[in-house]
């Protein structure tokens, strides 16, 4: 440990702190580019704003579960088309306006309308219509059965606006939630602040504010100095230890919905053939690269699916560490010398550490790769929608999100008609037990179809000031609901 | 002297058309569409298009370009992408940090080195001289981002002087000139260390031309012949130094702005240009470009003001 000189300065900066206890200073890697969580994909939006400001009819619980919000309750018909929603009787939102039925059809039919900006409009697909049946009921009528709906509903992209309101939350949200937007200090801050009538129970917390530290050894320096009390995805992994040895701090080791895997093109030669997709499989050490890349944090996963879900499957097996079959597997493909494979990463620290240990492990068993390091943007425009690529290292952040694997243009580009077949009995069974079998015969096919060499759950690790109770560990969606969050000292 | 800052300004003017021409090109050409990224893995084909058309950028170049030159023209740098708000109010928040920041290191490396400078070439092969020199070498071999953590360590982290970064506004001044102390300092000292090396090696040029020999020869000491002839002659280069060095301290404050968290124009920047929001991008370069052309003519200006000969056209 540091030796900590006690000045006079230091011993009037720490006074302040008694005063503190309903205000808290949060920081996260990412500023949001706005505050409008239904027409952007950064998650850094919902960081802030998600169970805070913004409410939708349905919420994720920290445990990943939907529990009600803004709808008290909701009934699906015989059939599985329509779904009724009961609202809560005396919610406002923040300027004041009553929320009714007619700001969910609002929010609902803007979100999959004709020229809408919703990053995830594909969750508002399958509703064919939104019907105000009376100020505290919705009716909800889809295409065809969707058990997910109540899910979908509870994304950041679904909270509900007002009308009044909506033009402007780009830069002043109004929201239902237990707090009120107060300030947005560009590049440095965005304030909030109790909201007086918020229907559920009040928060502890007066005030809290965001600060946006990319950079890690400024997240250390800045926790250090006790300028901030809680960091979520703490950027430096290798500090973490010290903080945890450390009697003023606490860390609180979560798991994301981060699936981080070393995804191939399934449409181009050589990674078309199942062999060779196999034999890569084989040649990763997962645990090499969570201890290398990740300095230890993170779950090995066999299969594109959260650890920590029940429905979770253990397929490690299928795709064991095994440097002599992969090699047997490359010779039975025909292709054991002389292999040569793009492998394409973007910014973050788990694809660019990682992909260095993978091209190592790759070059055990005869493949070489060209490492290219490339820009979120235009990792999105040549890989993602590009599809230019062998091989590349990315971790799938949205909540159960298998879904994937069924749309074939996805960039991985796997085209089997037997998983899409899973995938539309699944959305149409309502049934938990079935829905369970399902998930699990989903997640055993792209397994054993070695569509992706499935590596680790990106973990989630949040240090805070020891006082501090109420946090979410886990992120089943990208979010600091601050609601129930208070200092205990 | 008019006609001299008349013959400056044309350049200016042509310099900036051109740099305009430039970076609008440069950034148009680097790969990765602002509404694609924004929207995501996630988006769907109609919604990228439908986000492009709200932004505009499904009109042709040539008349985009035509409009960004234009408004900036009459002070009109467009909307973010990104944030959705006009370019200029963003750019005047950041400048509110940046300058003062880029002003703050530019006092403290003056006056850091204009004593080490002097005394330096007073001394000079002695001890002192050695000394000074040896401490510049090892300013100007530091990184500046590297002396920026030493500095948080010292005094945020175990002195608990500092905050570790942020920045509070100007509601308050003496916190926002305390918040930027330690960025500015950090910042400074390379620049201190170049400048008195500079400063230094001019004077002990001028130190052997006649009028020195001339003024110690009328009775006045070393350090009077140094003080009274010798930095007014040294000046030149200095100037020049100086003058490069506000625009690196404006522009290059990227990577200390990060380590302090400050939000200034080089955060604004960065975070720009890895959104893809290029207005912003295109619009903060642009500015920085003027900054240092306007430098660069004000630097001129002050030569023909310390030299009276730089004046007339060669």
Same mark, same amino acid.
């Given at each position: 440990?540091?030796?900590?000189?006690?000045?006079?300065? *230091?011993?009037?900066?720490?006074?302040?702190?008694?005063?503190?206890?309903?205000?808290l200073?949060?920081?996260?890697?990412l500023?949001?580019?706005?505050l409008?969580?239904?027409?952007?994909a950064?998650?850094?939006?919902?960081?802030?704003?998600?169970?805070?400001?913004?409410?939708?009819l349905?919420?994720?619980?920290?445990d990943?579960?939907?529990?009600?919000?803004?709808?008290?309750?909701?009934?699906?018909?015989?059939?599985?088309?329509?779904y009724t929603?009961a609202?809560r009787?005396?919610?406002?939102?923040?300027d004041?306006?009553?929320?009714?039925a007619?700001d969910?059809?609002?929010?609902?039919d803007?979100?999959?309308?004709?020229d809408?900006?919703?990053?995830q409009?594909?969750?508002?697909?399958?509703?064919?219509?939104?019907a105000?049946?009376d100020?505290?009921?919705?009716?909800?009528?889809?295409?065809?059965?969707?058990?997910a709906?109540?899910?979908n509903?509870?994304?950041?992209?679904?909270?509900?606006?007002?009308?009044e309101?909506?033009?402007?939350?780009?830069?002043?949200?109004?929201?239902?939630?237990? %707090?009120?937007?107060?300030?947005?200090?560009?590049?440095?801050?965005?304030?909030?602040a109790?909201?007086?009538?918020?229907?559920?129970?009040?928060?502890?917390?007066?005030?809290?504010?965001?600060?946006?530290?990319?950079?890690?050894?400024?997240a250390?320096?800045?926790?250090?100095?006790?300028?901030?009390?809680?960091f979520?995805?703490f950027?430096?992994?290798?500090? #973490?230890?010290? %903080?945890e040895?450390?009697? /003023?701090?606490?860390?609180?080791?979560?798991?994301?919905?981060?699936?981080?895997?070393l995804?191939?093109?399934?449409?181009?030669?050589? #990674?078309?053939?199942v062999?060779?997709?196999?034999?890569?499989?084989h040649?990763?050490?997962?645990?090499?690269?969570i201890?290398?890349?990740?300095?230890?944090?993170?779950?090995?996963?066999?299969?594109?699916?959260?650890?920590?879900?029940?429905?979770?499957?253990?397929?490690l $097996?299928?795709?064991?560490?095994?440097?002599?079959r992969?090699r047997?597997l490359?010779?039975?493909?025909?292709?054991?010398?002389?292999?040569?494979l793009?492998?394409?990463?973007?910014?973050?620290?788990?694809?660019?550490?990682? $992909?260095?240990?993978?091209?190592?492990?790759?070059?055990?068993?005869?493949?070489?790769?060209?490492?290219?390091?490339?820009?979120?943007?235009q990792?999105?425009?040549?890989?993602?929608?590009?599809?230019?690529?062998? =091989?590349?290292?990315? &971790?799938?952040?949205?909540?159960m999100?298998?879904?994937?694997?069924?749309?074939?243009?996805?960039?991985?580009?796997?085209? &089997?008609? +037997? *998983?899409?077949?899973?995938?539309?009995?699944?959305? +149409?069974?309502?049934?938990?037990e079935? /829905?369970?079998?399902?998930?699990?015969?989903?997640?055993?096919?792209?397994?054993?179809d070695?569509?992706?060499g499935?590596?680790?759950?990106?973990?989630?690790?949040?240090?805070?000031?020891?006082?501090?109770?109420?946090l979410w560990?886990?992120?089943p969606?990208?979010?600091?609901?601050?609601a129930d969050?208070?200092w205990?000292? | 002297m @008019?006609?001299y800052?008349?013959?400056?300004?044309?350049?200016?003017a @042509?310099?900036?058309?051109?740099?305009?021409?430039?970076? %609008? =090109?440069?950034?148009?050409?680097?790969?990765?569409d602002?509404?694609?990224?924004?929207?995501?893995?996630?988006?769907?084909?109609d919604?990228?298009?439908?986000?492009?058309?709200?932004?505009?950028?499904?009109?042709?170049?040539?008349?985009?370009?035509?409009?960004?030159?234009?408004?900036?023209?009459?002070?009109d *740098?467009?909307?973010?992408?990104?944030?959705?708000?006009?370019?200029?109010g963003?750019?005047a928040?950041?400048?509110?940090?940046?300058?003062?920041?880029?002003?703050y290191?530019?006092?403290?490396?003056?006056?850091?080195?204009?004593? +080490?400078?002097?005394?330096?070439?007073?001394?000079?092969? /002695?001890?002192?001289?050695?000394?000074?020199?040896?401490a510049?070498?090892?300013?100007?071999a530091?990184?500046?981002?590297?002396?920026?953590?030493?500095?948080v360590?010292?005094?945020?982290?175990n002195?608990?002087?500092?905050s570790?970064?942020? *920045?509070?506004?100007? &509601?308050?001044?003496?916190?926002?000139?305390?918040a @930027?102390?330690?960025?500015?300092?950090a910042?400074?000292?390379?620049?201190?260390?170049?400048l008195?090396?500079?400063?230094?090696?001019? =004077?002990?040029?001028?130190?052997?031309?006649d009028?020195?020999?001339?003024?110690?020869a009328?009775?006045?000491?070393?350090?009077?012949?140094?003080w009274?002839?010798?930095?007014?002659?040294a000046l030149?280069?200095? =100037?020049?130094?100086?003058?490069?060095?506000?625009?690196f301290?404006? +522009?290059?404050?990227?990577?200390?702005?990060q380590?302090?968290?400050?939000?200034g124009?080089?955060?604004?920047?960065?975070q720009?240009?890895?959104?893809?929001?290029?207005?912003?991008?295109e619009?903060?370069?642009?500015?920085?470009?003027?900054?240092v052309?306007?430098?660069?003519?004000?630097?001129?200006?002050?030569?023909?003001?310390?030299?009276?000969? @730089?004046? /007339?056209?060669?």
């Amino acid at each position: 440990m540091r030796s900590r000189i006690l000045t006079p300065a *230091f011993v009037l900066c720490a006074l302040p702190a008694v005063a503190q206890e309903t205000g808290l200073t949060l920081a996260i890697q990412l500023e949001p580019p706005h505050l409008d969580p239904t027409s952007a994909a950064a998650g850094a939006i919902d960081s802030v704003l998600y169970a805070n400001v913004f409410e939708g009819l349905t919420r994720f619980a920290s445990d990943g579960s939907i529990e009600p919000a803004l709808a008290e309750s909701w009934e699906v018909s015989e059939d599985g088309t329509t779904y009724t929603f009961a609202l809560r009787e005396g919610v406002t939102f923040h300027d004041g306006s009553a929320f009714d039925a007619e700001d969910v059809k609002f929010t609902l039919d803007r979100a999959r309308g004709e020229d809408s900006t919703n990053a995830q409009k594909v969750l508002f697909e399958g509703i064919e219509e939104v019907a105000v049946v009376d100020p505290q009921t919705v009716e909800i009528t889809l295409a065809e059965p969707d058990g997910a709906l109540p899910f979908n509903l509870a994304w950041g992209d679904a909270v509900i606006v007002a009308p009044e309101s909506a033009e402007d939350i780009k830069s002043a949200p109004v929201g239902t939630g237990p %707090f009120v937007f107060d300030e947005w200090v560009q590049g440095d801050r965005i304030e909030l602040a109790r909201y007086g009538d918020y229907w559920g129970e009040a928060p502890a917390l007066e005030t809290a504010t965001f600060r946006f530290i990319s950079d890690p050894t400024a997240a250390f320096a800045a926790m250090m100095a006790g300028d901030i009390d809680v960091f979520s995805n703490f950027p430096a992994p290798e500090n #973490l230890p010290q %903080f945890e040895n450390d009697p /003023r701090f606490q860390v609180i080791m979560g798991s994301s919905e981060g699936e981080t895997i070393l995804a191939m093109n399934n449409a181009e030669p050589p #990674l078309d053939d199942v062999l060779v997709r196999q034999a890569i499989a084989h040649a990763i050490d997962r645990e090499a690269i969570i201890d290398g890349a990740m300095y230890g944090i993170g779950t090995p996963i066999g299969t594109h699916f959260a650890p920590h879900h029940p429905d979770y499957v253990d397929l490690l $097996g299928l795709s064991a560490h095994d440097q002599e079959r992969a090699r047997t597997l490359l010779a039975e493909a025909g292709l054991s010398e002389g292999l040569r494979l793009s492998l394409k990463l973007p910014p973050p620290p788990y694809a660019r550490r990682g $992909g260095e240990i993978v091209a190592a492990q790759l070059r055990e068993i005869g493949i070489e790769t060209e490492i290219v390091n490339l820009e979120w943007a235009q990792w999105l425009e040549e890989v993602f929608r590009g599809q230019d690529f062998d =091989l590349t290292i990315v &971790s799938h952040t949205e909540p159960m999100d298998i879904g994937i694997y069924a749309r074939p243009d996805y960039y991985f580009q796997y085209a &089997s008609p +037997a *998983f899409q077949q899973i995938m539309a009995t699944l959305k +149409a069974t309502t049934d938990p037990e079935e /829905r369970s079998e399902l998930l699990a015969e989903a997640q055993t096919t792209i397994a054993e179809d070695y569509v992706n060499g499935y590596l680790f759950q990106l973990a989630w690790p949040t240090v805070a000031a020891a006082g501090i109770e109420g946090l979410w560990a886990n992120q089943p969606t990208q979010a600091n609901p601050l609601a129930d969050v208070r200092w205990t000292e | 002297m @008019l006609s001299y800052a008349l013959r400056r300004l044309i350049s200016l003017a @042509l310099s900036l058309a051109v740099a305009s021409l430039a970076i %609008f =090109l440069v950034v148009e050409v680097a790969p990765g569409d602002p509404a694609g990224f924004m929207l995501g893995t996630g988006a769907q084909p109609d919604t990228v298009a439908a986000l492009r058309a709200e932004l505009g950028l499904d009109q042709p170049k040539l008349e985009r370009y035509l409009s960004w030159a234009g408004g900036m023209l009459s002070g009109d *740098f467009g909307t973010s992408y990104t944030y959705r708000t006009p370019v200029a109010g963003m750019v005047a928040d950041r400048l509110w940090v940046s300058l003062p920041l880029a002003l703050y290191a530019l006092a403290l490396s003056t006056l850091l080195a204009f004593p +080490a400078g002097l005394y330096a070439a007073a001394r000079r092969g /002695r001890a002192g001289d050695v000394a000074v020199m040896g401490a510049t070498q090892l300013g100007i071999a530091v990184p500046n981002f590297w002396f920026a953590m030493l500095l948080v360590l010292l005094f945020s982290i175990n002195l608990g002087w500092f905050s570790a970064g942020g *920045f509070p506004g100007w &509601s308050d001044p003496l916190a926002a000139i305390k918040a @930027l102390t330690l960025p500015a300092f950090a910042l400074a000292l390379p620049q201190a260390a170049i400048l008195a090396r500079v400063l230094r090696s001019s =004077l002990i040029d001028v130190l052997g031309e006649d009028f020195i020999r001339t003024a110690r020869a009328k009775g006045l000491t070393r350090f009077q012949a140094l003080w009274r002839h010798g930095v007014r002659n040294a000046l030149i280069p200095v =100037l020049t130094i100086v003058g490069l060095q506000f625009s690196f301290l404006l +522009a290059g404050a990227i990577i200390i702005e990060q380590v302090f968290f400050l939000p200034g124009l080089g955060r604004l920047i960065f975070q720009a240009i890895s959104q893809r929001d290029l207005i912003v991008v295109e619009s903060v370069v642009m500015l920085l470009v003027f900054a240092v052309i306007l430098v660069t003519f004000l630097t001129d200006l002050a030569y023909a003001w310390v030299d009276p000969r @730089l004046r /007339r056209r060669r």
